[in-house]
C-alpha cells in the first residue's frame, strides 16, 4: 500500500470526526431507549426449584408491567434483566456480579433458597446495589442493603404450632430437612411447642435425597405422637406423605407443615394423602379478597399453565410495589435515598393486604394466616393482621447499627 | 414383639426396591460394561408413564406392571439404537454421553409436563401388627423383586435367549463366528435392561415424589449397590441390595436419617476395599 500525504490526511481527518462524534452517536441512541430504570431479578427457571422460582418471575413481570402502564417511575419506564439461575448457587454468583457490574441494575429482586441469598447478598453489599429477597425464610437477616419481605417462623410457626396443638394434642414428633432452613425451623418448633406446654418426642433430619420414609414411619409411630410437625423440602421429601398414607397413618396422627403447599404438594398428591394437613403462610392463592383475586387472575390469565400461586409470588409482587413507593417517595433512584424513604413508613397493599416494611429489621410486618388442605386445594381457616418480625427484630437493631451486615442465627 | 416385625418389613422393604431399582442397572452395567448415567431417568421416565397413563384412566396395575416397562424398553431400543451402539468397549464416552442423555431427558420431560405432576395413590391398604401399621404395598414391593428375581433368573438359565446372551457378553467374537449377531443380542439387552429400570419406576410412583429430577436421588445408590455386588448380575446384585438396603434401614431406625446414610456410604467403602472384585467376585464366583 503506498502512503500519500493527502490520502494520510484525509484519513485522520476522518478517524478523528468518528472519534469525536462516537459519544454523541451513542449517547442518542441511549436517549432513544429513555433512559429506563433497570432492575434486576435472579430466580430459577430451571431445575429442582424451578416450579417456585417460575411464578415469582410471572408475579415481577406483572408488577413491572403494572409500573410502566401508569407512566414508570420519576418519568422513566422500568426495563427488567432477568437471568435463570437454573437452581445452581455458581449461577447465582455469577449473574449477581454480571447485573452489578455489567448491567449495573438500579436493584435486585431474587434468590430463592437461603443459600443463593447468602451467595450473592454480599455481591450487592460491595457494588452497592439495592437488594429485595421476597421469600420466606428462618430469619435474622439484618443488613441496611437488604430488604426482606417474606414472613419469618416467628410470624408463621407461631401461629401454626398451637393452633395444631389445640387440634391434636401435646406431645410433637418433628421431621425436618436437613440444611440450614429446616435445623433452623425445627428449633422455631421446639420453641413454640414448649411455649404452648406441650412436649417434643423426636426431631429426625432427612438430607435432601432421601427416598424411603418407612423406618421413620416406625419410629413415629413407636414414639406415639399426638401431632407430626414437618419441614421437609423437596420432591423427593414428598414420598413421605405418601409411604404416611399408605401405611395408614393418615387418619390417626395430624400432620402440620411450614413448608407443605409452598410450591405444589396439594397439586401433586392424592386428596387422600393431603387431606386435612395444616399449613400456615403470609399468602395463600384461595385468598377471597379482591386484591388476591385479581392479581391471581392477572398471573393465571398471562401464564395459563403457571404452577401454584404462593406466598413467593405475592411478595414478590409486593417486594416491587414497595421498593416503587420508595423511590416515588424519595424522587430518585439514588441508592442510600431510596433506603432512607424506604425505611421512612413505606407500605403497600397488596394481594395479601397491608404489607409494611419495618425500619429496625428490614423485614415486613404483613397478614399471616392459617390454612388446611381440602381437596387438593388450601381453604384458608384463620387470619392474623400486622403480625410483626419479632424474631429478627430480638436480634437485629439497624437504627442503632447501620452498618450490620450479617444473618444472626437466633438462639432459643 | 410388634415393633421387631415392623423393623423387619422396612428392613425387607429397603432391599426390595433397592434390589428393583437396581437389576436393570445390573444387566446394562454387569453384562454390557455401559456405565448407564442415564439410569435415575429410565427410572423416571417409567413413573411418569405409569403416573400419567394411570391418570389418563389406565388401571394402576396395568399402568405400572405393563405400560411402563413397555414404554422405558422402547425408549431404550431407541437410545441404543441412537447412542449406545457406538459405545462399546468405550467407558469413558459411554459415562459423558449418557450423563448428557440424562439431562436431555429431564430437559424434554420438563418442557412437555413442566416441573409437577400429580402423583397416584398408593393401592392396597394398610394392615396393623399390635399397635403398629405398615402397607401391603411394602409385601407387594417385596414380592415383585422376588418374581423378578424368578424371571431374570429363568431366562438367563434356561432360555436360548439367555444363553445367547450369555455367550455374547463372555465372547462376542466366539458368539459371532458361531452365527449370532452380537448387535442384535446387545440392542435386545439393553432394551430389557432399560424396561425393567421402567418397572421398578413403575412400581415406585406410588410412593416417591415424582418430578423430571427425581432419578438423581437413586442413580448413586444404584451404582454403588451393581458394584458392591460385582460381576454376578442376580447374585451379586441381590447380596449387595441385601447388605446396604438392611444397614441403612436398621441405621436409620437406632440413629437418625442422616447416620443410616453416612452407614451405607461407609459400608460401601469398606466393602470395596476388602472386595475389590464385588461380592460376587469373592463368594458366588461363576454364579449368575
Known amino acids: 500500500m503506498t502512503f500519500s500525504r493527502r490520502r494520510f490526511l484525509q484519513r485522520s481527518a476522518i478517524a478523528t470526526t468518528t472519534l469525536i462524534a462516537a459519544p454523541a452517536v451513542f449517547r442518542s441512541g441511549a436517549f432513544g431507549a429513555e433512559n429506563p430504570i433497570v432492575v434486576g431479578s435472579l430466580h430459577d427457571q430451571s431445575g429442582p426449584i424451578a416450579a417456585s422460582g ?17 407512566g414508570g417511575l420519576l418519568g422513566r419506564p422500568l426495563k427488567v434483566i432477568h437471568y435463570d439461575t437454573q437452581s445452581n448457587i455458581q449461577m447465582y454468583s455469577q449473574f449477581a456480579q454480571q447485573l452489578a457490574v455489567k448491567d449495573k441494575v438500579d436493584v435486585v429482586h431474587g434468590g430463592i433458597t437461603s443459600a443463593s441469598r447468602e451467595a450473592v447478598r454480599p455481591t450487592f453489599d460491595r457494588f452497592k446495589v439495592l437488594y429485595f429477597y421476597n421469600v420466606l425464610y428462618e430469619g435474622g437477616v439484618c443488613d441496611r442493603n437488604t430488604f426482606c419481605t417474606g414472613t419469618t417462623p416467628a410470624q408463621t410457626v407461631e401461629k401454626l404450632v398451637p393452633s395444631a396443638m389445640k387440634k391434636a394434642g ?42 424411603n420414609f418407612g423406618t421413620t414411619i416406625s419410629k413415629i409411630q413407636a414414639a406415639k405422637p399426638d401431632l407430626i410437625l414437618s419441614a421437609l423440602v423437596g420432591g423427593n421429601h414428598t414420598a413421605f406423605y405418601r409411604q404416611w398414607t399408605s401405611a395408614g397413618m393418615k387418619s390417626k396422627i395430624p400432620i402440620a407443615s411450614t413448608t407443605f403447599g409452598l410450591v405444589n404438594e396439594p397439586t401433586t398428591l392424592d386428596a387422600a394423602e393431603s387431606d386435612s ?3 400456615a403462610y403470609g399468602y395463600f392463592e384461595e385468598l377471597t379478597t379482591p386484591a388476591s383475586k385479581s392479581f391471581v387472575e392477572k398471573i393465571k390469565k398471562a401464564h395459563p399453565d403457571s404452577p ?24 430518585s433512584i439514588d441508592r442510600m435515598k431510596v433506603i432512607a424513604a424506604l425505611e421512612d413508613g413505606i407500605a403497600f397493599d397488596g394481594p395479601s393486604g397491608k404489607v409494611a416494611l419495618d425500619k429496625p429489621t428490614h423485614h415486613t410486618t404483613r397478614n399471616a394466616f392459617l390454612a388446611e388442605v381440602k381437596d387438593r386445594k388450601w381453604s384458608v381457616l384463620e387470619s392474623y393482621s400486622d403480625v410483626k418480625p419479632a424474631d429478627t427484630a430480638s436480634v437485629c437493631d439497624l437504627v442503632k447499627n447501620p452498618n450490620d451486615t450479617k444473618q444472626y442465627i437466633i438462639n432459643l | 414383639m410388634a415393633i421387631y416385625l415392623i423393623v423387619a418389613l422396612d428392613v425387607l422393604n429397603g432391599i426390595s426396591s433397592l434390589f428393583l431399582l437396581c437389576l436393570g442397572l445390573a444387566i446394562i452395567f454387569g453384562m454390557m460394561k455401559i456405565i448407564n448415567l442415564a439410569h435415575g431417568e429410565f427410572i423416571m421416565l417409567g413413573a411418569y408413564a405409569t403416573v400419567i397413563s394411570a391418570n389418563a384412566g389406565v388401571n394402576i396395575w396395568i399402568a ?26 468405550r467407558l469413558v464416552d459411554s459415562m459423558l454421553a449418557t450423563w448428557g442423555l440424562s439431562l436431555l431427558i429431564i430437559g424434554i420431560v420438563t418442557t412437555i409436563y413442566g416441573n409437577t405432576q400429580q402423583g397416584v395413590p398408593t393401592p392396597l391398604g394398610g394392615f396393623s401388627i399390635g399397635s403398629y401399621q405398615s402397607s401391603y404395598y411394602t409385601l407387594f414391593l417385596a414380592g415383585m423383586a422376588i418374581v423378578m428375581m424368578a424371571v431374570v433368573y429363568g431366562v438367563m438359565s434356561y432360555t436360548r435367549f439367555g444363553l445367547i446372551a450369555r455367550a455374547t ?26 424396561a425393567i429400570t ?51 434401614q436398621v441405621g436409620a431406625f437406632f440413629t437418625t436419617p442422616v447416620y443410616g446414610e453416612v452407614l451405607v456410604f461407609t459400608a460401601a467403602i469398606v466393602l470395596i476395599r476388602l472386595l475389590p472384585q464385588g461380592i460376587s467376585g469373592r463368594f458366588f464366583k461363576g454364579n449368575l
Open chain 1, 277 to 279: 394437613i395444616l399449613g
Open chain 2, 64 to 89: 405400572m406392571l405393563v405400560v411402563a416397562p413397555l414404554f422405558v424398553g422402547l425408549v431404550g431400543l431407541v437410545i441404543e439404537r441412537c447412542l449406545i451402539r457406538f459405545l462399546y468397549g
Open chain 1, 308 to 331: 401454584y400461586v404462593s406466598e413467593l409470588a405475592a411478595c414478590t409482587y409486593e417486594g416491587v410495589m414497595l421498593w416503587a413507593a420508595g423511590v416515588k417517595k424519595a424522587a
Open chain 1, 54 to 70: 417460575t411464578p415469582m418471575v410471572y408475579a415481577l413481570q406483572l408488577a413491572v408491567d403494572e409500573i410502566n402502564a401508569g
Open chain 1, 170 to 211: 401435646k406431645k410433637a414428633y418433628i421431621i425436618a430437612a436437613d440444611y440450614n432452613y429446616g435445623q433452623i425451623t425445627a428449633k422455631w418448633m421446639t420453641k413454640y411447642v414448649k411455649d404452648n406446654g406441650g412436649e417434643v418426642l423426636s426431631t429426625d433430619f432427612f438430607p435432601l435425597d432421601v427416598t
Open chain 2, 198 to 248: 421402567g418397572l421398578a419406576g413403575g412400581l415406585l410412583a406410588p410412593v416417591s415424589g415424582i418430578t423430571p429430577g427425581m432419578g438423581g436421588a437413586y442413580v448413586a445408590k444404584a451404582f454403588m449397590t451393581v458394584v458392591g455386588g460385582g460381576a454376578a448380575i442376580l447374585s451379586g446384585t441381590m447380596s449387595a441390595a441385601s447388605l446396604f438396603g438392611a444397614v441403612n
Open chain 2, 169 to 194: 457378553m463372555q465372547n462376542p467374537a466366539m458368539a459371532a463366528t458361531l452365527g449370532v449377531n452380537p448387535a442384535r443380542v446387545y440392542m435386545s439387552t439393553f432394551a430389557v435392561g432399560a
